[in-house]
């Protein structure tokens, strides 16, 4: 059944100032140096015409690792193609973190010769962190990392030391591009498997946290201190959950949550953060089943809810541990392992655009979408830096949507999931965003004036396709990587139709 709004802009309340770097991105600390990353899917794997399975392996989850991921170069971060496009986001947060970021050695004076020390996974050279203290610049973005905290920095027993993360903050403030915020660790209560020391326990994390931050703020008071960084853990699900409680990480490791983490500690966080996907991708869903959602659930009411529920989870820990603050999600994506097939196709953009617009309404923050330009979920395909739809539809977004939250009266419900927000231009009024993710019928809307429409939707009605059309038409790059025009379509005052599957921005 076709859903039916009128909207009435004058009648908007306000709910909230929402950071207007909302919609921030990471480069993975793996990109940086050069590492391994998850393969690429084929493009009959993304287009849902080949399937992709993966047998669980009885070796365990280390070898199936192996087999789903391969070395990569690192990213090149003087491409003008990249900078560019990046830029074009406009002010952003930028985080240089991830797994890697807790098990690099700074070899900042070259004396490692490309060897990795013993305890160390890999080896950042001041080059490399250059590289990133350029672009930062070049993007004209503020930057949050984490630093090492693994064997070859210290034991469990021994207390963590800022040896290391010297290195890295006074580097980046004398080269003029100081680190503006930071978080001890990734992901940390994943403890051992995040690359922790053996034996590493909260007790020896909540130790370790605060001497970080206590040393940050004796030598780098200007830097934010964020966390605690979480995956899962917290009575939220990757993916549907059910009886098995979770249906996410903690089926392969052993898990903790924020208290074990953040109990007791004397150093107090200026941020919350915590990581959220929707899901397990393709690549891990034959030992997490649970965590994964099939294609054809992408545009569902739970699968869209999950973003939601994972950020009214994290409020009230917000406000215990952290209470007044923003709340960051460091991390987030179509799915955990890399993004499903789908996640470089026009079918995604639901969900991206829905937990923008949903997180909005229940807290101020940064949602940092990983990635930028690595692995299947990232805005930009890796190495080539091609615009995927979810690109311009966070673009879109940046350049429309304006800080002012409003409450748009409409509960959410298939066919019409409605956000409002204040105009980026400055001039009175509101843009509405209105989700159809009913693929079968259209949402119509009331106007009650002139309009400027802006609907996306997957080229040529495929809600798989590699291409995304705004009002019709392809948005690919022009000549010179030249970004193409997005203009809006004038909708007279009276009724218009939504079609299935379409997001669509009117700004009155």
Known sequence: MSQVMKLTPESLEALREMNPMLMSYNVEFAEVTGGTFWKAYTPGQIAGTE?????????????????????????????????????????VWVRVSGTWATKTYYDFDGTTNGQVPEGYL???????????????KAVGARLIVSVANCPGLHSAEEPWHPSEAEKLFGLSKEYGVPIDAAEFTNEPN?????????G?????????????????????????????????????????????????????????????LLEGTTEPLDVFSYHYYNGISERLASVMPAGHWQAEEANSEPYLE???????????????????????????????????????????????LNELGGFSTITNGVIFHNTLASSDYGFLARQVFDPRPNYFAVLLWNRLMGTTVYDSKEPIREGAH??????????????????????????VVELPKEAQRYTLAGENGNMRAAVMTLNDQPLVLGENNSLPEMKPVIQEAGTVELAPGSCTFLVL
Request: charged share 25%; proline share 5%.
């Open 306 to 352: 999950t973003a939601m529920n994972f950020a009214r989870t994290y409020v009230p820990l917000r406000d215990k541990y952290c209470p007044g603050a923003e709340m960051w999600v460091t991390e987030s994506g179509d799915a955990g392992g890399g993004g499903d097939t789908w996640a470089s196709t026009y079918l995604d953009v639901l969900r991206t």
């Open 122 to 136: 890999n080896v950042l050279t001041k080059e490399q962190w250059i590289g990133v203290l350029d672009f930062v």
């Open 200 to 260: 590493y326990t909260p007790a020896h994390y909540r130790r370790d946290q605060d001497l970080f931050f206590k040393w940050l703020r004796a030598n780098y008071p200007e830097c934010i201190c964020v966390g605690p960084s979480t995956t899962g853990g917290d009575n939220v699900a990757f993916g549907k959950g059910g009886s098995e409680k979770a249906g996410g990480v903690e089926q392969i490791v052993k898990s903790c949550g924020c208290a074990d």
């Open 190 to 198: 994943m403890m051992e498997e995040t690359g922790f020391p053996k």
């Open 51 to 91: 399937e992709f399975y993966v047998e669980a392996s009885a070796e365990g989850i280390a070898a199936m690792y192996r087999d789903l991921m391969q070395v990569y170069p690192p990213i090149d971060l003087y491409n003008e193609k990249l900078r560019s496009l990046a830029k074009e986001l406009g002010p």
């Open 418 to 443: 409605v956000y409002v927000h204040s105009r980026k231009d400055g001039k009175e009024g509101a843009v509405y965003l209105i989700i159809n993710n009913s693929l079968t019928e259209t949402t």
